[in-house]
């Protein structure tokens, strides 16, 4: 069982809409969490680490739910510029991080 | 800004050559990681190194090393290339402690024929 799991979408949505992923993780134990975004044919680049108290940023939000073992990323008010893949990520231990395959999202005109 | 370089965008080798992938960083970190990105797959760590000589083995060692001589410099060697190692290299590059943010390189598109 993959230890990281996220629906790969693509997630079609209109310019304006709020959307929402999740991404479930198997290791009760890990303490940190991110969301990492990644262009078409780019690399990674951080979006917001997810904190047990929740994390907003602009008009992104991230949460943790330690009792159901998942994170999410709330994107409201989507922009053209937000189509990418929505990397989920664990701290699963010292220097092992691991990467969900990716939700693909797409903003619609 | 944190910078992150890699030798190549594009490579294409042939089986059975030995193929060195480049990564330098620009922020005096002290982790390094190297990557390999496939399709259903998501990232999948090969190595990392959280200091000048030292390394450790991520999930997928296997057909691989690595050198790190000096701390902004960490390599990645395919001793002798096989088709099955087509795929994307990302190397990363991380302050450390828990919660580090990882930066990326660009990325090496690596085909082996």
């Known amino acids: 069982r993959k230890e990281v799991e996220q629906d790969p979408g693509p997630f079609n949505v209109p310019e304006g809409a709020t959307v929402a992923f999740n991404c479930t993780y198997s290791?009760?134990?890990?303490?940190?969490f991110f969301w990492y975004r990644q262009d078409c044919r780019k690399e990674p680049k951080l979006l917001m680490s997810?904190?047990?108290s929740g994390n907003e940023d602009g008009r992104f939000t991230a949460q943790l739910n330690r009792a159901s073992q998942y994170i999410s990323l709330l994107i409201r008010d989507s922009k053209l510029s937000d189509s990418a893949t929505y990397l989920c990520v664990e701290e699963g231990g010292t220097y092992k991080y691991i990467f969900g395959t990716g939700t693909r999202l797409k903003v619609l005109a | 800004d944190v910078k992150v370089t890699q030798s190549s965008r594009y490579l294409v080798k042939r089986t059975g050559e030995k193929v060195f992938l480049e990564c330098v960083q620009d922020m005096d970190h002290e982790n390094m990681f190297w990557y390999r990105q496939d399709p259903g797959l998501g990232l999948r760590l090969i190595y990392f190194s959280y200091d000048v000589k030292m390394k450790e083995k991520g999930d997928i060692p296997e057909g691989y090393s690595v050198s790190r001589e000096k701390k902004e410099r960490f390599s990645l060697i395919l001793e002798s290339a096989s088709t099955n190692q087509t795929s994307m290299y990302l190397c990363a590059s991380g302050l450390g402690g828990s919660g580090e943010t990882q930066y990326f390189g660009p990325g090496t598109r690596l085909l082996v024929l």
């Open positions: 997810v904190y047990s």
């Open positions: 290791n009760s134990a890990s303490q940190s």
